[in-house]
């Protein structure tokens, strides 16, 4: 991920932040920015994994049917991921055991999160035409 996406998805943050906060305070931005970094780890995660295993099987075009469900396995299970998904979860676990978990700016962190990344996709796409 380029030096620029992170800064504009940063900037969309912080606007987000700020209006979860107006809405919610403080807590809610908690919940919010947990929910946000958390899930936008697991997506890094996942994308990482899988361009290594697509650059890695780029040369091999013949593979068979148990080659492709492991390389399925592959792209769904790594170290990266495994930690991102234990990472989201201590977040979870920690603001559920501290009595300040509020169910929908935390929603929300992962709804802005997944659009945040697929409008930086579809920029980063338009800006290469």
Do not use: E
């Not at 991920?1 to 807590?27: N, P, Q």
């Not at 936008?40 to 068979?64: E, M, R, W």
């Amino acid at each position: 991920m380029c030096l620029k996406c992170v800064l504009v998805l940063l900037a969309y943050h912080v606007l987000l932040v700020g209006l979860v906060a107006l809405k919610w305070g403080a807590l809610g931005a908690l919940n919010f920015g947990a929910s946000f970094w958390g899930f936008f780890l697991i997506l890094l995660a996942g994308y990482q994994k899988l361009k290594g295993v697509l650059q890695n099987t780029q040369a091999d075009k013949t593979l068979s049917k148990f080659a492709h469900f492991a390389l399925g396995v592959q792209t769904s299970i790594s170290w990266l991921k495994l930690g991102a998904y234990a990472l989201l979860l201590v977040c979870l676990f920690v603001l559920m055991d501290f009595k300040i978990f509020m169910p929908l700016p935390y929603l929300l962190g992962f709804w802005a999160c997944l659009i945040g990344v697929l409008a930086l996709r579809a920029l980063n796409k338009l800006s290469k035409r």
